[in-house]
């Protein structure tokens, strides 16, 4: 009677128990059934972030570094100096032919200045010269008249004639002196208008001297945290030698590959929640912001062919863009694998 009395209680206890586990796992079933029906979830899913290299836009030899690894940089800090000896030798040759065509252009536009002055003198000679043609063809008017009175001699009508034919050249000489000279003009002109062409190209090479010139301090093209330092002082490098990669932290996305039986209960806009396999106990909160238009496999450099007879049927993965709508993802790092649930369209 003691040892039925003792072992009762313990079948009560067991049993208690036996209840309480399976009304747990019933509960965490049809919780799991719930949210299945309710939620699509994957955890095919990564943390994106622009890597972008910091290269060289010129070449030479490296003068400074001023970085360290994984140092969080503004835009526009400097990361490196290059040896700049070349490239201002450089700016001041360019410098030196712009000066030396700019003072080809003052002399031309001296020499234009001189034969326009000229053209007013020769202007002013020809209207000298032809009020003395004017008086001599008067004079010879008036001789003939007179010698057809037999009031003068020959002799008088050939000194006036000759003087008539010394007018004469004289003005036809102003007059070529004048042509000649707009000539002249117009081809100081021609010249100032090539020299002008030339002056632009060689500002230009200038100005690309210049260029190249400030390319010699290299900057960090946006705010971020750097990559790996692997470069030193007096290493020589090359233009488009990638030099460092600097990750972009103010943008961050996921991509999620779900399965292509999951994606027709999904929009654009949807409400994602994000759970983070690094970070514990925290839930971020997302945005469907884009469904690939393709599945993944289709991508890729060698997309299948299933027409060679070996077809294996396999469920197909479709990417799927998600921005972060939470605020506080400093702790969330690019390549994160993270477990993604989307609320279904229709519940």
Wanted: charged content about 25%; hydrophobic content about 40%; some cysteine.
């Amino acid at each position: 009677m003691n040892g039925t009395s003792i072992k009762h209680p313990l079948k009560v206890v067991f049993s208690g128990l036996a209840i309480c586990v399976i009304l747990v796992s019933l509960y965490f079933y049809a919780a799991y059934l719930w949210r299945g029906n309710s939620f699509q979830e994957t955890n095919d899913a990564q943390v994106e972030c622009y890597i972008n290299p910091v290269s060289a836009r010129v070449g030479g030899y490296i003068k400074s570094v001023s970085f360290e690894e994984h140092q969080i940089v503004a835009a526009g800090d400097t990361l490196m100096i290059l040896d700049d000896r070349e490239y201002l030798q450089k700016v001041k040759e360019a410098e030196a032919v712009v000066e030396d065509v700019r003072a080809q252009m003052l002399v031309l536009n001296a020499g234009i200045a001189s034969q326009e002055t000229a053209s007013k003198v020769n202007t002013d000679q020809i209207e000298a010269a032809k009020a003395r043609l004017t008086l001599q063809k008067a004079d010879i008017d008036r001789y003939k008249k007179l010698i057809r009175e037999e009031a003068i001699t020959g002799a008088d009508l050939d000194a006036v004639q000759s003087r008539f034919d010394v007018s004469r050249s004289e003005y036809s000489a102003a007059v070529n002196s004048l042509r000649t000279n707009y000539a002249k003009i117009n081809e100081l002109k021609t010249h100032r208008a090539l020299l002008s062409a030339d002056l632009k190209r060689k500002s230009a090479l200038l100005e690309l001297a210049r260029i190249n010139m400030r390319y010699t301090a290299i900057t960090a093209p946006y705010a971020g945290k750097l990559g790996r330092k692997t470069i030193q002082e007096g290493q020589q490098i090359q233009p488009g030698q990638p030099l460092v990669l600097i990750v972009n932290e103010q943008r961050k996305w996921i991509t999620a590959n779900f399965k292509e039986t999951q994606i027709s209960k999904m929009y654009v806009g949807q409400p994602v929640e994000i759970s983070v396999d690094a970070i514990d106990d925290k839930i971020y909160h997302g945005q469907i912001e884009a469904i690939s238009a393709s599945t993944g496999s289709k991508y890729s450099l060698l997309p299948p062919d299933n027409s060679t007879g070996n077809f294996v049927k396999v469920v197909q993965r479709v990417p799927v863009r998600i921005r972060f709508v939470s605020k506080d993802i400093a702790a969330v790092k690019a390549g994160m694998n993270v477990l993604v649930s989307v609320k279904n369209k229709n519940i």
